[in-house]
């Protein structure tokens, strides 16, 4: 009788120990292994949204509208990194949005679109605090240079 207690509890710690254990996924979730949080005070590049607009041929500019825009794209003039709204190379909606541009001295440009009704002009301007306007946007109006 004694031995059939020891196996039994034997064979239930066994299972109990691998129930507690059956993946990598649970050992870090155990309180005791889960990973040191990471301190307060690690640095992450900060990154601006922007807001693309259009500069009509008059010299108006607008956020609303539909446009033969390709996609807007915004490089960087030291590093020559490019960020692309890439939208499928037809009308867009004013305004589209860019997130994740890190500051700096970038060129704004719009590409055309599938029609080919209009080309657009660039624009060189600063990323940084200074340029957030009050509603959160760095807003970059793309001149139209020519449209049919």
Known sequence: MKNQIFKFLAVAGILGCMGECTSDRDWADHPVHKPAPKPANTSKTKTYQIRYGMMTQSGVKT???SYDVGSFTATNIQT?????????????????????IPAGTYTFTAQQGQ?????????TGTVSDEQVDSEGYITIYIPIAWAE
Not at 82 to 100: E, N, R, W
């Open 63 to 65: 956020l609303s509208g």
């Open 80 to 100: 020559a990194e490019s960020y692309d709204t890439y939208a499928g190379g037809g009308l867009q909606a004013l305004p589209v949005y860019m997130d994740g």
């Open 115 to 123: 029609g080919g009704w209009v080309g657009y002009g660039s624009v």
